[in-house]
């Protein structure tokens, strides 16, 4: 029985040291996101240990062209610390154009009064590697929309390669009939900047009075009191809760930023929410 007992330990050690080993899977990635033209290089400085764990690298095959911008591989055969384990792998590297994306967009942008506004709403962007780059504008610029008048913005759009376009566009608010910006604004908003914990929400009701559920590092408590708008500001009361730290009237504000999800521009002796989060109604992106 005995020996019986050291043979079958005896083969379990060989199979622990043959065919259980597990798989050897190296954790790689890209120092570069892309080289530019006619950029020197060395293709084992392009790969990287992620988790520092003694990784050999040697190239088998490098097919790039530093000369023409396209997308290109290479080849490697990863070893382990030890050498006793290896794998290839091939990895994609870009070489970059340097044509800037085409932007399109018109001179000027006529807005009404109180109407969200996205700038993807009115501009493209194409380009002749990434394609359809329209999520990728953005536009910079002080821009109310709840009040008449002409803003400047300046819109703006880059490729994965850092080319940009960019053009200087009129924003005219024009004035409209008497808006009930409550109705226009009422939902159910939540925190998305927070993310260690239950996010903060809003909720905005039409007749003019909300609830907002803060977070005091250990679980959520409501508010509730009333709000008004002037322009693009929200100014929110609650008689029951002195919850403004600097604030005599006991008020917190949100912005109502244009495309329509709200900027919290109060200070709270809670952990949420924190000054300059950003609110989104419910069902929008």
Known sequence: ?????????????????????PPFEPVTSLRKPFLKIN??????ELISDSEEAG????????????????????TYVIYSADRKQHVTREITVSVADELPPVLTVEDSIT????????????????????GDLKDKITYNG????????????????SDRFNNSSSKEVTVIVTETE????????????????YQSGQAPTLSLKSDGTFSLYINGCSLLSAVEGKYIIVEDTIYLNSPD?????????NLLLFTIQPNGTLL??????ICAPNYDDIFVKDGTE
């Open 39 to 44: 950029e020197e290089y060395d293709p084992l």
């Open 111 to 130: 807005l009404k009064q109180g109407n969200l506004f996205n700038i993807s709403d009115y501009a493209t962007a194409v380009d002749d590697r990434d």
């Open 241 to 249: 809760n002195p919850f403004a730290r600097e604030s005599d009237d």
């Open 264 to 269: 919290f521009k109060s200070e709270m002796e």
């Open 142 to 157: 002080t821009l109310n929309t709840f009040k008449t008048g002409e803003y400047v913005i300046t819109v703006s759009v």
């Open 55 to 74: 990784l050999i690298f040697e190239v088998l095959e490098d097919k790039i062209d530093i000369t023409t911008p396209g997308d290109y591989s290479v």
């Open 1 to 21: 029985m005995f020996k019986k007992i050291i043979v079958i330990l005896f083969i379990s050690g060989l199979l622990l040291l043959t065919g259980c080993r």
């Open 178 to 193: 008497e808006v009930d910006y409550a109705k226009l604004i009422s939902g159910k908003y939540t925190d998305v900047s």
